[in-house]
């Protein structure tokens, strides 16, 4: 289905834009395989939060313009037939534009200079001094029209924008090719809406007041491949130990009250022969972020990145940030995770950071909002991503009149949360205790609209792909009581996720079973009615072993038809007594079959050789507790020495009857039995159960089930190492 639609700009530029519904299945993928050799732009958003992020593509290639700037010098390049039909209204409106100091004019392209801004002028009007961002503001304006959401300047603004905004002073050599920024304007967009399912094709055609029109006109582009094999030595710019002594020689500002934080970064680097579409697919999959991108430069640099954090976001008056401050590493499943995340919210030092940052951040909206306009709509929210977990502030504002989004963009010039506080300050600092410039890092990556909207991320977790070396530069928020060996630690855990995605092949990415123990091998689970029995037999199952669950009382016959390969008695409620559990062990033994029991199974065991049962003065139902493991039992193969674990009984083994031939193989902190192995019969059990999201962490319930499947007969190597019934320390015994 096509559409088309006909308008003209603010600056007098006739607009047709045809709309077509695409194939939504795939509808970028053409699309990251042509931005390695095509100059273009990449934006996919796939992290979703309510009222913050929604999942969605945006994206082109093949552009007829690009606009690029270093300090006050600037060129607009034609890149195809289509962008020279533009460049004669384009210089025309630069040159009348008061903030132009001098045009060059070529074929394909126009030069020139931004005049130098007042030596005093009030800070109110700072973002609207003579910069780079003239020029921007000058052709957005040109393409302006409210009804266009899509048509904009596409790509990515580099962090020494804000040393010129600020007017701070360079320290370090920037190479020949460094810019500040580099923008593109399309002539045809992809858009995907994931919520929805669409994807839409718009294309642009251009009549400029002078009659020549795009219409017709091939899109052409120049091959811009990456950069394979490095010409210099791969080193990182700080050896080990060289960031923590950053942090050290930092410290004694904080003391004198010249920074309040700093956020110093260094640099990671490797040899990289990967495509840049390979390193964009392989973050999507695994650090979903809601700002990805893909971003070709040309001349073989290539941005690719999935920054967490947005920079900017202006829709129509509203001014939105999201300042991340506060991190700590993800778990290894849900439950680490949500000690993790206790840890985070409980952390003085963390919250301070995000204060800082938050407070800074409202001070910048102050220069170009409405007075009581500035609202904090969330409050440390957690955001979790691949690797990290980070608290999150979002802020919102209302624009001044007299303003517009790329005063709100220059404002906020950067981030607190990769700068510090005081900013100037902070800026300084890095400036000089940085290794090499930062370039594109800190920076923003993003869209000016031709509707006055605009949305940007900060250029966080990005990998800069330049002469087949991949650049990754990370930073860690400083304060006053950091440790020095921690925030070091930090930068290596914010660059890994982007130094997998450059050397770790997709191939490894493939979820490998839990095990495959079980295959070939049948459980006969004998239900005691429990309300996790379903939980027991599908972990049983995802080892690959057949399951058949029966309720006590079944007939023999069922041994000789099914023909189990291991006995498993359930969990359940009240007394071994009241399940019969005497007479289906005996059942197992006469048949031969190895018995494993969980928390009333093992109570039955107890019983079945003699034991009692002694009862908790406080039930531990639902409960947590540390549980010491023996490590030569086979059942704990591959297991810590200590885990934690899910509790749910009142009952439990009396250590002072236990049978001799009944070794101890486990026990809580609180002492109590929570591991048996008979010394000769392949009979075993835990008190606790394996299959509580409790005994989640490491996932060791499942890995617990899958030695048992492995080995159900629970042999045991040469020496057996127990824990001693009647002593907390261990003893060697020979195995049976």
Known sequence: MSSEYRYTTDGGIAVIRRQTEITYENATEHLIDALDRTKGVLLSSSYEFPGRYSRWDMGFSTPPLEITGRERGFAIRALNDRGRVLLPVIEKILSDHHHIDGLTNGDDGIYGFVGKAAAWFPEEHRSQQPSLFSVVRAIRDLFAHKGEERLGLYGAFGYDIALHF????????????????????????????????????????????????????????????????????????????????????????????????????????????????????????????????????????????????????????????????GTIARGRDAIEDAENIRTLLNSAKEESELTMCTDVDRNDKARVCKPGSIRILGRRQIEMYSRLIHTVDHVEGRLRDGFDALDAFLTHCWAVTVTGAPKRAAMKHIETVERSPRAWYGGAIG??????????????????????????????????????????????????????????????????????????????????????????????????????????????????????????????????????????????????????????????????????????DTPMHGKPSKVKLDQFDPLFDGLPDEIVVGRYHSLFADLATLPADLKVTARSSDGVVMGIRHQSLPISAVQFHPESLLTLQGDVGMRMIANLLRNPMGTLPGKVETLDNDKDETTTIKAA
């Open 447 to 616: 869209a000016v609209l031709c509707n006055g909207d605009l949305n940007t991320g900060l250029t966080l977790r990005t990998v800069r792909l330049k002469q087949g070396i991949a650049e990754v530069r990370a930073g860690a928020t400083l304060l006053f009581d950091s440790e020095s060996a921690a925030e070091e630690a930090e930068t290596v855990l914010k660059a890994s996720a982007m130094i997998d995605a450059v050397t770790r092949d997709a191939k490894d990415e493939a979820m490998i079973d839990p095990t495959v123990s079980g295959v070939g091998k049948r459980v006969l689970l004998i239900d005691h009615e429990d309300s996790f029995v379903q939980n027991l037999a599908s972990y049983i199952r995802a080892t690959g072993a057949e399951t058949l669950t029966l309720r006590p009382g079944f007939p023999d016959e069922a041994f000789d038809d099914f023909k189990p390969d291991l006995v498993f008695l359930s969990p359940g409620p009240g007394r071994p007594d009241d399940y019969g559990l005497r007479q289906s062990i005996e059942r197992a033994l006469a048949a031969g079959l190895p018995v494993f029991g969980v928390c009333l199974g093992l109570q039955g065991i107890v019983e079945f050789f003699g034991g009692s049962l002694g009862q908790l």
């Open 166 to 325: 600020e007017q701070i002073s360079l320290t370090q050599d920037r190479s020949r090719d460094h810019k500040d920024v580099h923008l593109y304007l399309p002539d045809q967009i992809i858009t995907v809406d994931h919520a929805s399912k669409v994807a839409t094709l718009f294309e642009y055609d251009f009549i400029a007041p002078d009659g020549r029109s795009t219409a017709g006109l091939e899109r052409i582009a120049q091959d811009h491949p990456p950069s394979h094999g490095a010409n210099t030595a791969v080193e990182n710019d700080m050896i080990d130990g060289e960031y923590a002594a950053v942090v050290d020689e930092t410290k004694p500002r904080f003391a004198r009250g010249e920074l309040f934080e700093v956020v110093p970064s260094r640099v990671f680097r490797t040899e990289c022969k990967t495509a840049p579409s390979e390193i964009f697919r392989r973050l999507k999959r695994r650090n979903p972020a809601p700002y990805g991108f893909l971003i070709n430069l040309g001349d073989g640099e290539h941005l690719i990145g999935a920054s967490p954090e947005m920079y900017v976001r202006v829709t129509g008056q509203r001014v939105e940030t999201c300042p991340i401050s």
